[in-house]
């Protein structure tokens, strides 16, 4: 596979990932190399990255605890201090390697450090792949609102192994699948249909189906890195998706939901929300709802947690002025950002989704 250049830095595939890698720590310089796991990867996949790379320079692993509950403030602190106490300086470099709260939380700890030391993404699951490690949004959440803080800085590479998708559980590749759902629906319509027959995938369609996802997403980032305009629309489904998975977070009477589960829900609403705002075709409508949902299933939104999930709309990060604003569909791969939603249709797009 070609590698994708950026304006900023180059995304690796496959075995060029570790060729660029090793030429990159030969030329750069650094002082000490910091890899940056939780408990999973450095498991299954800090072996293998280890066995690729091709340096003397000494190595330190920083462990952290999986999941959406550890990316905060409290977990960077604990980070920055094992990289002062390790003897970190402006030349280390860190790996991140994980998924997408490693990815987004370990962008964010290298920007801060000593105002900013290098770091390089290595995804290891579907959703970091296709989404988290791309465009440069590095950050935490604030308690169980979402990505209330961060910075957009973008690492030296990106470096893409599918392989590391063999030691993922099912959930976890379902996750991944929603946001390159996503890229279709606001994009591509010829990209969406290539979904319909999910079962039918293998390790070729699903890698090409990745490649593509990529581009999809670096060819929106760069044309408006900062999320002016047309960036906005990657946040399809997430105003109303985000909402649910800080929801679900947050009440210790919910099981949690996986940010791609939450934002598959999203999703169906904000497409429910297009028939009536848009004019978006409700046969399509209903299309969408019908393969989102033989991928991930219907957990039930119950009708006395809808006001509740609406609420925290006002901590989305999109918001301006203090209006919520949402992207929604006017047709497939046609977005139209910045819309304004009734409650009363939020409700409507609850109920539709439960039916």
Request: with cysteine.
């Amino acid at each position: 596979m070609n590698s994708i250049n950026t304006k900023d830095y180059t995304i690796y595939f496959k075995t060029d990932c570790y060729k660029a890698l090793n030429t990159h720590l030969k030329k750069a310089a650094y002082s000490k190399i910091f890899i940056l796991v939780d408990e999973n990867t450095h498991e299954h996949c800090l072996p293998k990255f280890l066995s690729n790379l091709e340096t003397q320079l000494d190595i330190e692993i920083i462990e952290i605890e999986s999941g959406e509950l550890h990316k905060n403030i409290e977990t960077c602190s604990g980070v920055w201090n094992a990289l002062s106490e390790l003897d970190a300086d402006r030349k280390s470099l860190i790996i991140n390697l994980g998924g997408g709260v490693i990815t987004d939380l370990g962008g964010f700890v290298a920007s801060t450090f000593k105002r900013g030391i290098d770091f390089i993404n290595v995804p290891t699951t579907l959703l970091a792949m296709v989404d988290a490690s791309i465009g440069g949004k590095n950050g935490v959440d604030l308690g169980h609102l979402k990505n209330q803080i961060g910075v957009i800085n973008t690492g030296k590479m990106v470096l893409i192994d599918s392989s590391f998708l063999n030691t993922l559980p099912d959930n976890q590749m379902r996750s991944g699948l929603a946001e390159m759902l996503k890229h279709g629906l606001i994009y591509s319509e010829t990209y969406w249909n290539k979904f319909h027959n999910v079962n039918e995938l293998n390790s070729k369609t699903l890698d090409d189906l990745i490649y593509e996802s990529i581009e999809i997403k670096n060819t929106i980032v760069e044309v408006d890195p900062f999320e002016n305009n047309l960036r906005k629309t990657l946040n399809y489904g997430h105003t109303i998706g985000h909402a649910i998975e800080s929801y679900y977070l947050s009440n210790a009477s919910k099981t949690p939901l996986l940010h791609g589960e939450a934002i598959a829900i999203g999703m169906i609403l904000a497409t429910y929300i297009s028939t009536g705002l848009t004019d978006f075709p409700k046969n399509d409508c209903d299309k969408i709802k019908e393969t989102i949902l033989q991928i991930f299933g219907q957990p039930t939104i119950l009708e006395e947690d809808f006001s509740a999930i609406i609420d925290l709309l006002k901590f989305d990060k999109k918001n301006e002025h203090g209006i919520v604003n949402f992207v929604l569909l006017k047709k497939i791969g046609e977005t139209k950002v910045n819309c304004q939603v009734e409650n009363s249709l939020i409700i409507e797009a609850f109920k539709y989704y439960n039916s």
